[in-house]
């Protein structure tokens, strides 16, 4: 049986889907932004007054995403040690030094598999989206 977790303390869903999915002892949490769960505001992100973006700071997003993420993990009862994959999103493949940088704080040596693809755009003027599948210790 399936389990769909809508977190109160995350970010709310750009669309129609769950933070994450539970089944049996496996976790898949969907595309994670930088969004500030109280504000909406995307750390860094300068935008016009057209609403396009001018500028951001990657290093910012990426540490807000993680963040975000963490949050769905615990309240699906893991965390960022038992991640067995992550998928990563950029908007600028020449960020991914500096988001990698960040990411190696969040995950050290024992780090899960991960695929970075550089992408056209992400929803919600972001520069980085992350989803993870973890699971669940027995």
């Given at each position: 049986m399936l389990e769909h977790l809508i977190s109160r303390a995350a970010p709310k869903p750009l669309g129609k889907y769950s933070h994450a999915v539970i089944y049996k002892d496996l976790v898949f949490v969907c595309g994670m932004?930088?969004?500030?769960?109280?504000?909406?505001?995307?750390p860094g992100l300068v935008l016009d007054e057209k609403g396009l973006r001018l500028d951001y700071d990657i290093e910012a997003e990426t540490r807000a995403t993680l963040l975000n993420l963490e949050?769905?993990?615990?309240?699906?009862?893991?965390?960022?040690?038992?991640?067995?994959?992550?998928?990563?999103?950029?908007?600028n493949m020449e960020d991914?030094?500096?988001?990698?940088?960040?990411?190696?704080?969040?995950?050290?040596?024992?780090?899960?598999?991960?695929?970075?693809?550089?992408?056209?755009?992400?929803?919600?003027?972001?520069?980085?989206?992350?989803?993870?599948?973890?699971?669940?210790?027995?």
């Open positions: 932004g930088p969004r500030n769960f109280e504000t909406d505001a995307v949050i769905v993990l615990k309240e699906a009862g893991v965390g960022l040690k038992d991640v067995v994959e992550m998928n990563v999103f950029l908007t991914f030094p500096k988001m990698n940088a960040v990411y190696a704080e969040f995950f050290g040596e024992k780090a899960p598999v991960r695929t970075t693809l550089g992408v056209a755009s992400l929803p919600g003027n972001i520069a980085v989206e992350m989803k993870a599948t973890a699971v669940r210790p027995l």
